[in-house]
Nanobody, 121 residues
Framework: QVQLVESGGGLAQAGGSLRLSCAAS????????MGWFRQGPGKQRELVAR???????NYADSVKGRFAISRDTAKNTAYLQMDSLQPEDTAVYYC???????????????WGQGTQVTVSS
């Protein structure tokens, strides 16, 4: 089983920055990819950014050039640096991890508890 612990988030002014962290812990798994999703008020959950074990990244068009995802493979921790924040970035941000069980080779998907990001204008 994989547990995800998120940190960061909070309140920022438009144009400001925040950094989110997500640490995956547990045993008997190998992380394949880590990413962040968000869900704003009255909106569906959407992918924000994702990074694979090989370092490949993809971003939502709305955050390209403003957000950067990175990963410390040794610590199974992902980071989301959010710059030039805008009020429309206000949402609950969820860490997402895809991991393979080392015994069964079964792929699992795991979610963090979510952290609130609020951007004021």
């Amino acid at each position: 089983q994989v547990q995800l612990v998120e940190s960061g988030g909070g309140l920022a002014q438009a144009g400001g920055s925040l950094r989110l962290s997500c640490a995956a812990s547990g045993s008997g798994f190998s992380v394949v990819a880590m990413g962040w999703f968000r869900q704003g008020p009255g909106k569906q959950r959407e992918l924000v950014a994702r990074i694979t074990t090989g370092g490949n990244t993809n971003y939502a068009d709305s955050v390209k050039g403003r957000f950067a995802i990175s990963r410390d493979t040794a610590k199974n921790t992902a980071y989301l640096q959010m710059d030039s924040l805008q009020p429309e970035d206000t949402a609950v941000y969820y860490c997402n991890t895809q991991a393979v069980a080392t015994v069964t080779f079964r792929l699992g998907e795991y979610w963090g508890q979510g952290t609130q990001v609020t951007v004021s204008s």
